[in-house]
């Protein structure tokens, strides 16, 4: 128990550096949770166990490629042998190449929408695997802006996470039509300060960054965590996911062309791109990536269009009871400007 609530059993794949790191964490600070962390690199999971017991959870470390499914099942089964059954499993896990579609390779499609897509699929049938029978648990998706609205040199990124989107939608109406209290929530993600952009293979000149505006990591952990208490189909994170996925339904073709004149220009920076560094698309970069990115100076910590998101019911409630008090005062000065002298 941490703060009266129950501890939480929590899976988190993709668990050792950025948004999942920051999940973790999240989730550790709030509830003290029991977590499985995912992921490849060993010394990014050995420091995300030890953050989130400094934060008063409990961490088991399971070095996984969620492109595996035997080994994803497997590591689902090593969680509920040691603390329990697993309440909330969350699909954090993916990579990325910056790349044209004409210069990507077949195998680099393949890799990352086994990653991305696969690793999300095998995810979820573990959980299911568990769920299912005890008629309770939470999956969540982390999704993107981008399972909406494709942009240019990050075709293999941006297809994988449409095939989640729609993978989801088919698994939530089966869900509804079997009456299953098993619920599963897409939380679409903006662009975030994490190191994926030191990471991911590129054949960019010049080194890749977020769309700005960026985010921290954490604000979209926050949502995460908010996600496993909150019955919702879908949270968006960040007025630009709001304006992307609104925009693409409105204008996708005023897009298309958009993104054709600000799309490459606007995913790097002005340093020179070194073509021999590492990146993690079939093997994790050695070394503790953390949570962060290099672009703290230009991220922001807060997204009031989130906080409004998260708090509508109470906020719906405020400008209901207030239409009814300026309802009612009206009522009450009408009815003394009648009343006789």
């Known amino acids: 128990m941490k703060n009266g609530s129950p501890r939480r059993v929590i899976v988190i794949t993709g668990a050792s550096a950025g948004l999942g790191r920051a999940i973790a964490r999240a989730f550790a600070r709030s509830e003290g949770a029991r977590i499985g962390l995912i ?18 959870g409990e961490a088991l470390m399971l070095p996984v490629d969620v492109a595996d499914a035997e080994a994803v099942e497997a590591a689902a089964a090593k969680v509920e042998a040691q603390f329990g059954p697993i309440d ?10 910056f790349s044209p579609v004409k210069e990507t ?28 029978p005890r008629d309770r648990g939470v999956i969540i998706q982390v999704g993107s802006a981008l399972a909406y609205r494709g942009i240019p040199l990050q075709a293999a ?51 890749a960054q977020p769309v700005p505006p960026i985010y921290q990591p954490e604000v979209g952990a926050s949502a995460i965590v908010y996600a496993s208490r909150h019955p919702r189909r879908e949270v968006f994170v960040g007025m630009p996911t709001v304006k992307a996925i609104i925009g693409n339904r409105l204008f996708p073709g005023l897009l298309d062309r958009y993104l054709g004149r600000t799309g490459f220009e606007s995913q790097q920076t002005e340093e020179f791109e070194d073509s021999n560094r590492p990146f993690n698309l079939y093997e ?58």
């Open 39 to 56: 992921a490849r690199g060993k010394a990014g999971l050995e420091a995300a166990k030890s953050d989130v017991e400094i934060l008063g």
């Open 88 to 97: 909330v499993w969350v699909n954090d896990a993916m990579t990325s190449v």
């Open 105 to 132: 390779t077949p195998d680099e499609f393949r890799r990352v929408t086994a990653v991305n897509y696969l690793g999300f699929v095998n995810g979820t049938l573990a959980a299911l695997k568990r769920m299912l």
């Open 157 to 207: 990124y941006c297809g994988s996470k449409h095939a989640i989107q729609g993978f989801v939608d088919s698994l939530r109406s089966e869900l509804i039509h079997d009456k299953s209290r098993v619920r599963v929530t897409m939380v679409q993600m903006p662009a975030m300060n994490t190191p994926q952009f030191d990471w991911s293979k590129s054949r960019l000149p010049r080194k």
């Open 284 to 341: 994790p970069v050695p070394g503790d990536h953390g949570a962060h990115g290099r672009f703290d100076s230009r991220a922001v910590s807060i997204s009031p269009q989130l906080w409004t998101s998260l708090h509508r019911n109470a906020l719906v409630s405020l400008a209901l009871g207030s239409l009814l008090l300026i309802g009612f005062i009206r009522l009450r000065g009408r009815y003394d400007s009648c009343k006789p002298n």
